[in-house]
């Protein structure tokens, strides 16, 4: 009987399974939370726009620590950024990345 429940959920249609590439791209995604210094940056930005040095200083860690990881977060398309004269602001890309974070902090406080 076992063998016949396995067998029903194998034939189950998989249309709902994205392509090798979207599945790729959303765990290069996953990939970008797997450090907490990135995590914390992006929390630090929910309260609005804000340079390197104030993000620097915020978590004690060096400036060029913080550029590192804003590089990565700029590349996931998780973070944006304006000039002003020399000095660069960064802030969430979007509202999605206050969702993502949020969905996650949900799930791990059940």
Do not use: W
């Amino acid at each position: 009987m076992a063998e016949h429940i396995h067998a029903d959920h194998c034939n189950t249609s998989t249309d709902h399974i994205p392509c090798d590439e979207m599945l790729y791209d959303l765990a290069e995604l996953y990939k970008v939370f797997g450090d907490s210094t990135r995590v914390k940056i992006l929390c630090i930005l929910f309260e609005g726009e804000m340079c390197v040095q104030h993000i620097s200083e915020m978590l004690s860690v060096s400036q060029s620590a913080v550029s590192h990881q804003l590089r990565i977060l700029k590349g996931a398309r998780l973070v944006k950024y304006r000039r002003d004269g020399k000095t660069v602001y960064y802030s969430l890309a979007d509202d999605h990345v206050r969702e993502i974070i949020g969905c996650g902090i949900e799930h791990i406080s059940e």
